[in-house]
């Protein structure tokens, strides 16, 4: 799968991760590291920590104890609003994009933090602004070709079937031109047609623009399929760690996932 | 526009001389279109003949020679299209092929036109190539025109399209007089392009046309309607399909109009209505499903909007198809159709994208006399063709002002048309085919002794001489009791329903007609949306009661119309059934150009149609289904049958 793409050096590092809810522990003493422009996949069974994982990776959740390290920086403690300004986009397991607003508006809120006029500036459309604007129109409509979703273009995002809206909020993740791109289940919920789009995307995604690719994924087919390492959580521990081939044949996720005799 | 806009002169008579004519009489007029990134880029006349010389150069350079064939395989894009005139310029015969078959029927076509060079889209034809490469080494060549996938494609055959063109232009630097001395080496009788049959009956043959014949069947189109370097086309149907040949390519070769590709295949709906073509060809399935988009919002449009769309269409259906041919229509009515036209019909033509429409063709299949009604009657001038791609599509056509819903008008200037005894059309044309590629038993079989092609069709003229085709010759069958049954004829007006996307009937030799159905997903699905009513996809949806209940009246409304046609009357749908899947190409189901192989399907549902012969209520199945991959996947359901109300024939109610 990895053929002819250059797996880099340690991008984001993750050592001893804890994250508690009050009593609840989502995450205990995790640790994994992503290289640059390989496809990750994070997987495990229902409240294994998984998503809670991508939250404490671009700052959404802070967790208790741990630190991670992310191209050169390294932080116990981020915001969302930072680690979007390092490079990190992501696309959520329950859809958030503006629903009343078309796709290409969607897309456009992506290229915000590219953007240096200001909102009044922005509410004219004139100078300077309009010059910035075109140019971001035509990098999104670069984005639209390449995810092919030219038909939808106009059409407010509440209309579009599920699919599709997934597709569109990856649009609005790339839109940011990210280094780094986490998926929360990006093909949950698709038939077999839909999810073979949806991977071609990604590895388009990862091979053209060399972004480097954390996903969850719960199609196991998928997640053999295209990734290049993968992490297995359970409980909030990390179970396993190493290439689908290795996963595939690793007795304790087999366990987890499978269950066992006692 | 100084340049001027009448019909070149007719000295050209190969595609690359008329290329080079039109560049040297028109070369700032645009010649195509493309919509790229949101915007509608144009490439002139001068730029169109500059890149097919890029083109040609590039292959020759490459090694293809006149006598080769280069496959040409993806959506409309003038790339692709250049391409046609490049292989031709040097002497070679372009075969395109269905963008959207699969890799196996695609190494047939390849290995029967012995392909080496092949231009295709982007990475989806790519892999197809590749797959069946180790079935079929000789293909050496393929050129793609989007490299979006390909970066870690290492392949010695693959070269991207842009170092193709960039060789060529190294190679026109080096010998400038190449191209033009092998453009004055094609001849007028030299294939000019290779097109694949549908395969509706066996393996598809290569329909071999030369320059000469192709050139004059679109120049008796060209004439026969008046186009001329001003009307624009968007070219949206498969490339492989002579429809779109003759259409976006031959007449506009011959009349110097604009070619405009749409962005993709999604959105040439939308990009219809961005462009307003003057001139439009589509198959009836286009028409149809244009017209169930605008039912459906129509049905969820506001209560005065509908009433007003109904009434008005009242008035259209009355006199509309009357006012455009010329013909007396009281005053009243006149007003009202102005009326109408300014509130309903003039935006309808709008959505539709059909606003400046001169001629708008339909063929290919029998069109639903009122979804024919539909258009003309809100002004579209929508006229009826007939021919086949072994006659480039250069039969019959109906003038404007003489269009007969039932009949495909009458025969073209220089063509003969007779009925043989059996009721098969026989065809004479200059558009005529050379021969079938490598099948000379079948060229002699289609051609009668004294020059006429066997279209395989049944027709009969009528009074007006006017020809009309009720079907295939061979399928049109009799029922055990003698009376004629016609099946695309009931089929058609089962399709008219926007509920039903396709329908197969049976009954040759049989004592009674039955029927398979296939529901509109969309329709069918906003339907039951309005309703309601939960369902998880196809198969669900199409064993539902309530859907059945919706799909009888429909039948039972056909039977009614049959009731009144007296030779037809006893093809009356007795029993019918919801199929559990939707017929398709993937399957062999449908050919490429999306028409019923009846047989196949009859042989694939045998058990459904022993079932609806018996008195069964309902049926297990189970079906096998292709992906697009290629994979394979089973569908089991179990499939009810109903009985339909049917009416008595008009002779028993008059007693």
Known sequence: ?262 | MAQSAAAPSLAADTFPQLLLQHAQVRPGRVSMREKDLGIWQSWTWSQVADEVRALACGLAAQGFRRGMNLAIIGDNRPRLYWSFAAAQALGGVPVPLYQDSVAQEMLYVLENAEIEYAIVEDQEQVDKLLEILPQYPRLKHIYYDDPRGLRNYHQPQLLAYDRLREIGLVHHRDQPQFFHNAVGQVRPEDVCVMLYTSGTTGKPKGVCHTHAGFIAAARGDVEFDGFTADDEVLSYLPMAWVGDHLFSYAQAMVAGFTVNCPESSETAMNDLREIGPTYYFAPPRIFENLLTTVMIRIDDASRIKRRLFHAFMKVARRCGAELMDGKPVALTDRLLYALGDLLIYGPLRNVLGMSRIRVAYTGGAAIGPDLYRFYRSIGINLKQLYGQTETSVYVCKQPTGGAKLDSVGRPLPGVEVKIAPNGEVMVKTPGMLKEYYKRPDATAESISADGYFLTGDAGFFDADGDLKIIDRAKDVGKLADGSLFAPQFVENKLKFFPYIKEAVCFGDQREKVCAFINIDMQAVGNWAEKRNMPYSGYVDLASRADVYDLIQQCVEQVNADLAAEAHLAGSEIRRFLVLHKELDADDDELTRTRKVRRTFVAQKYVLLVDALYSAQTHCQVETEVKFEDGRRGRIAADVAIRDAKFFPLPAVKAA
């Open chain 1, 1 to 262: 799968m990895s053929d002819g793409r250059n797996i880099g050096e340690v991008t984001l590092n993750l050592q001893g991760i804890s994250l508690a809810f009050g009593g609840v522990k989502a995450l205990s003493e995790v640790s994994f590291d992503v290289r640059e422009h390989e496809i990750r996949a994070i997987i495990g069974p229902n409240g294994a920590g998984k998503s809670s994982m991508l939250n404490v990776i671009n700052g959404v959740y802070r967790p208790q104890d741990g630190t991670i390290r992310f191209r050169g920086h390294e932080w116990k403690k981020m915001v969302p609003y930072q680690a979007a300004r390092l490079g990190i986009a992501r696309t959520f397991q329950n859809i958030a994009l503006f629903k009343g607003m078309t796709v290409l508006d969607n897309i456009m809120t992506g290229r915000n933090l590219k953007m240096r006029c200001g909102m009044f500036e922005q509410a004219i459309y004139w100078g300077r602004n309009r010059k910035e604007e075109l140019e971001h129109r035509a990098h999104v409509e670069q984005i639209i070709d390449f995810l092919q979703i030219e038909h939808i273009r106009k059409t407010p995002v509440g209309r579009l079937p599920y699919g599709l809206q997934k597709r569109v909020e990856l649009a609005r993740a790339l839109a940011a031109e990210p280094v780094m791109l986490l998926l929360d289940e990006p093909m949950a919920g698709m038939n077999v047609e839909e999810k073979q789009d949806m991977c071609r995307f990604i590895l388009d995604v990862n091979e053209e623009f060399g972004t480097t690719i954390v996903l969850i994924e719960h199609d196991m087919g998928v997640v053999m399929d295209i990734c290049d390492r993968i992490v297995v959580l359970d409980y909030g521990r990390k179970i396993g760690d190493g290439t689908p081939d290795e996963i595939r044949n690793s007795k304790s996720v087999i366990d987890a996932y499978l269950g066992v005799a006692h």
